[in-house]
């Protein structure tokens, strides 16, 4: 199909810290996104918003965003509540009838609607309900273990750490470097960036790894390199499950621990301060540890989130982190990627001489 | 409501390795079964099928079965290929029609059945779906590390290996010497035994720790000593997932380290002979690394199955399990429990003056 052009729905909760959806699909997506809708920015830019975005407008009303030539609407946030407004099903019924799809990655099914499936069918357009896993998911076989590209996962100290950035910077340079590199999304807002993928969370607990092991096999067809997202983190008490079933069935040969220098303790538990996050080195070995059980895998290096710190503390946090733990350590969207990239080519290197020599052995 | 007796249907599929759930209802609640339907067998006992269940009869039909006063129909195999039989579907309507409720454990929920569902409404009586998860599930919070009794968790190196019948064992013993014990049951033969409990394998990814954390909380409000069962393996590549996220849900004080003596690799990857089993000392570091990641715990017994073993040589796997690890093994079901429920004794002693400690200090 042809890329589509999106008028992004984030009403009412707009801004820099809240609307993460639309800001990822914008930062990595702004020639594919046409307009915001948001009443309460109307008429300013996404640049005066967000600080990045250019001159993408934000209008104050689904006709106008329409007048600009979508082929998709977009839901950027999500609404207070959870459940989807009385208002935006009349917007989104609105869309299908002026012939856009819509692309959503709410835990609610727009399918599930039956105006909005009604008015799909009439009208042929097509409603993309990105949580929805596929019904034929396998148990993993382990299948991804043999996979020919080099596999990088990323783990995280938390969620909402950058692993899905910081794969989506480095695919980014190691294509434009002339590797065939391939991101495999494993979150909604990947699947928005890249077009394909399955939210893993929303997956029924048996076929977690199956649904990685499935992702890293169709990646894996035409690629150099996969850099898979990860998700949650390996001592998160509500998605560590998630972060497990994604390593066992992905098959990572290297992974890139993420981590956001400021942060102290385990995001949701935060007013609790229950759970400190722990040194580097701690999740270096119960990564390597809980990953190898599996398949042999080591962390290569750390990628740190240090868009709240001056620029001179964000380097100091760099360099510290590389004392500690002896591995290259970059903020990849703010500084030069290189110590990761370096670090993915050196791998990459020592894992086809093992290759070759387990194959010609 | 009344404890329920059942009329199993294990058609086409009863004996000592196909039959897993019937069994273990049969084993558990041999008083609340009144029957077996399966034609293979019909006109026998189930003492002569299974070696155990005394004079329960085995019957060629379910006119015959619900002559003998089932209250409910449980089915206590997987048919082949997954799908309902129509023939099933026939006899479980006849159950509805006959005043009994249905207890199903697939995958394919009977509630979904239109026949099934228009006899239930008609009738009156219930579909209980056991695989089918609460609506309503939390994301863990981590409650469950507060609760006031003593929490143990089976562990196990591999599926199916007894961390089911281990607890299930081991709660008799400990409600016959007066301890208030309750079972968590987290599959679907656990609850079919128990009454209640969620089939965490069956819940969404993000959900599992908080499905077992939510069983955990309902299990505390009248106990001494709650005992969770475990599901999977920490290094199973397809279950992993599940592993996890029930002892991060669950928060357990302690673990019980659960294996099958005669095995060598990972249950369903043995044709590739992929994965072996490493030694038990490996398990209990895993286990404890992880679990401790969020709440201190400790693998204090080892639970082994033997059953395919001459007397001679289970009795000398508990001596060398014992050497191994240093803790106290047993086959809980084939030998005395003792040693397990010292282990238990012991722990939650320690656990008690800690506990009180926290309290006074």
Redesign the interface.
């Known amino acids: 199909m042809p890329a589509p052009r999106f008028l992004i729905v984030a009403d009412g909760d707009f801004g820099p810290m809240t609307s993460k959806t639309a800001n990822s699909v914008i930062r990595y997506l702004p020639d594919r996104t046409v307009a915001v809708l948001d009443r309460e920015h109307a008429g300013k830019t996404v640049q005066d918003v967000l600080g990045f975005g250019g001159a993408i407008p934000i209008v104050a009303s689904m006709r106008a965003g329409l007048n600009l030539g979508p082929t998709a609407v977009l839901i950027g946030i999500a609404p207070a509540g959870g459940r989807l407004p009385d208002e935006w099903r009349t917007w989104l019924a609105e869309a299908l009838d002026a012939g856009c799809d819509l692309w959503n990655g709410l835990h609610s099914f727009l399918g599930d609607d039956p105006l909005l499936a009604s008015k799909s069918k009439a009208s042929g357009r097509k409603i993309f309900d990105l949580r929805k896993p596929p019904a034929d998911l396998p148990?993993?076989?382990?299948a991804a273990k043999a996979v020919e590209p080099y596999v990088v996962l990323t783990v995280g100290t938390d969620c909402n750490v950058g692993k899905m950035t910081a794969q989506l910077q480095l695919a980014r340079e190691l294509n434009a470097s002339g590797l065939r590199t391939r991101f495999v999304a494993t979150g909604q807002t990947g699947i928005m960036i890249e077009g394909w993928g399955i939210a893993?969370?929303?997956?029924?607990?048996?076929f977690?790894?199956?649904a990685a092991e499935r992702l890293v096999l169709q990646a894996s067809d035409d690629a150099d390199i996969v850099l898979v997202e990860g998700q949650g983190s390996?001592?998160?008490?509500?998605?560590?499950?998630?972060t497990?079933?994604l390593m066992?069935?992905s098959c990572p040969d290297a992974m890139i621990l993420c981590h956001q220098s400021t942060r102290q303790y385990i995001g949701?538990?935060r007013e609790?301060a229950?759970?400190r996050i722990?040194p580097l080195a701690d999740y270096i070995r119960?990564y390597e540890?809980?990953g190898s059980?599996?398949h042999p895998t080591k962390v290569i290096g750390i990628s740190l989130n240090t868009y709240d710190m001056s620029e001179d503390a964000a380097r100091r946090a760099c360099e510290a982190a590389t004392r500690e733990t002896g591995l290259p350590a970059t903020d990849p969207v703010r500084f030069e990627a290189a110590p990761l990239l370096d670090a993915i080519h050196r791998g990459r290197q020592a894992y086809l001489i093992a290759r070759k020599g387990l194959v010609t052995a």
């Open positions: 148990i993993a076989s382990g893993v969370e929303a997956v029924v607990a048996d977690i790894a199956g390996i001592n998160h008490p509500g998605y560590s499950a998630v497990l079933g066992h069935g949701d538990y609790a229950w759970l722990p119960l540890t809980m059980v599996v």
